[in-house]
């Protein structure tokens, strides 16, 4: 098979890693990409955006399967651009890919479904003083999400009626959220602790992935700012046995159902964002892709054949056999430009990523290349990331730090507590 692989993140870099180890592969190519990419892919100087020029490739190579990485394009309809086209392509179509793009439509759907979620109300820029009105009534602390693609961000936790107004003047009249924070889902603030799950599916069947824990905020302790995440480690012991099984009955097989019966039946990955609350698992947030950095620490756990399982997922049959856990740990810490997720510079040189660590994989999410040299070029620059084939989360943690220590650009910041809460 002729694969394209849309995206230059951390995400895409894991996925061309397993991607290339496919038997069924004859060549990967990757639009954009990134310098780490470039070992397992040829990379195309195109863009997302360019849903056109994307369609003009795929049939001059010859592709026989598009995997979408970043969400923008599918919210965009670029899957609905390459099925037109006759290419075959793993991602959800527009109407289905709302359920990221577009909050208050996911959580208009759980609420119809009955699929376990907080309690929230939508307010719009028009109606400004309602919402206002409405920080009056409630309980706090109260979580506040820009309604449209905030690129991870367009989250506030609120401890106080005035930091609430603040947000809801910072979305409404400073819109630093453009457009995606004109309209806002206020919900209740849930308790309990996060977890990721992502179903691969062809819309009717699906496999599950091993559970993983994401960090959301800059600092250690889960302190500061909400950031587009900061480190994962799979699987998250958080996920019982009997608590997937709920997932799966309570969550994923009825949004699957939901989404058919709204006519946008749903092919590619289903990411399920949870809280797991004394009252069982509820639903923070639904993406229409793999997450990242999750993707960093779950793909390495799987042995088999991962572009099987797109390609049948995409083309109508899902092969479930595919892929199977393999029985390790992961645990992936991003390294981040100074001032992230505000401001910060790049363009520093990055060194120590040519030294050999046995069991890690270093992957480029932020960087590019000048003269066989590699610089930052974003807020998240690396994905730092172990793969244990024994199920020992202490020395998965304790691999990626040393492999970490012995990497360094100008600014370089970390979390040093990820995967603390399970070890």
């Given at each position: 098979?002729?694969?394209?692989?849309?995206?230059?993140?951390?995400?895409?870099?894991?996925?061309?890693?397993?991607?290339?180890?496919?038997?069924?592969?004859?060549?990967?190519?990757?639009?954009?990409?990134?310098?780490?990419?470039?070992?397992?892919?040829?990379?195309?100087?195109?863009?997302?955006?360019?849903?056109?020029n994307i369609v003009v490739f795929a049939k001059e190579k010859g592709i026989d399967l598009v995997v979408v990485g970043p969400?923008?394009?599918?919210?965009?309809?670029?899957?609905?651009?390459?099925?037109?086209?006759?290419?075959?392509?793993?991602?959800?179509?527009?109407e289905a890919a709302m359920i990221e793009g577009d909050k208050s439509f996911s959580k208009e759907l759980m609420k119809k479904y009955k699929i376990p979620t907080a309690d929230f109300e939508i307010f719009t820029k028009d109606n400004k003083?309602?919402?206002?009105?409405?920080?009056?009534?409630?309980?706090?602390?109260?979580?506040?999400?820009?309604?449209?693609?905030?690129?991870?961000?367009?989250?506030?936790?609120?401890?106080?009626?005035?930091?609430?107004?603040?947000?809801?003047?910072?979305y409404f009249e400073m819109n630093i959220f453009g457009k995606a924070g004109h309209t806002v889902v206020i919900e209740e603030f849930l308790e309990g602790e996060e977890a990721s799950i992502f179903v691969v599916t062809d819309g009717d069947d699906f496999v599950i992935l091993p559970a993983s824990q994401d960090h959301k905020r800059a600092l250690d302790g889960d302190q500061g700012k909400n950031t587009g995440g900061m480190g994962a480690y799979s699987p998250a012991p958080l996920i019982t046995g009997s608590?997937?099984?709920q997932v799966e009955n309570e969550i994923i097989v009825p949004t699957l159902n939901a989404l058919k019966k709204e006519n946008k039946k749903y092919n590619g990955c289903l990411y399920c964002g949870l809280m797991i609350t004394k009252e069982g698992p509820k639903v923070i947030e639904y993406n229409c892709r793999f997450g990242d950095p999750e993707t960093q620490c779950v793909l390495p756990l799987l042995e088999g054949d991962f572009l099987q399982l797109l390609y049948t997922a995409a083309t109508g049959k899902i092969d479930?056999?595919?892929?199977?856990?393999?029985?390790?740990?992961?645990?992936?810490?991003?390294?981040?430009?100074?001032?992230?997720?505000?401001?910060?510079?790049?363009?520093?040189?990055?060194?120590?990523?040519?030294?050999?660590?046995?069991?890690?994989?270093?992957y480029h999410a932020g960087t590019k290349k000048v003269d066989?040299?590699?610089?930052?070029?974003?807020?998240?620059?690396?994905?730092?990331t172990s793969i244990l084939k024994e199920n020992d989360l202490k020395l998965?943690?304790?691999?990626?730090?040393?492999?970490?220590?012995?990497?360094y650009f100008e600014g370089i910041t970390y979390r040093t507590d990820i995967a603390d809460k399970a070890i």
């Open positions: 098979m002729n694969v394209l692989l849309i995206g230059s993140g951390g995400r895409e870099h894991a996925l061309a890693y397993k991607i290339f180890e496919s038997n069924k592969l004859t060549k990967l190519y990757c639009a954009p990409g990134n310098p780490g990419i470039e070992k397992f892919a040829e990379l195309v100087d195109l863009s997302t955006s360019d849903f056109n969400e923008q394009p599918l919210v965009d309809g670029l899957a609905d651009h390459l099925s037109a086209n006759r290419v075959n392509v793993f991602g959800p179509n527009k003083q309602k919402a206002l009105d409405y920080l009056n009534k409630i309980n706090y602390p109260v979580v506040i999400k820009a309604s449209g693609l905030a690129a991870g961000k367009g989250v506030a936790i609120c401890d106080y009626k005035s930091e609430a107004e603040n947000t809801i003047n910072e608590i997937l099984s479930k056999s595919s892929v199977k856990y393999n029985g390790g740990r992961s645990v992936c810490v991003v390294a981040t430009s100074k001032g992230y997720p505000d401001r910060y510079e790049k363009g520093f040189e990055i060194t120590g990523l040519d030294l050999k660590h046995e069991n890690v994989i270093i066989n040299k590699v610089f930052t070029n974003g807020g998240r620059v690396l994905g730092v998965a943690k304790q691999t990626t730090y040393a492999a970490l220590s012995k990497i």
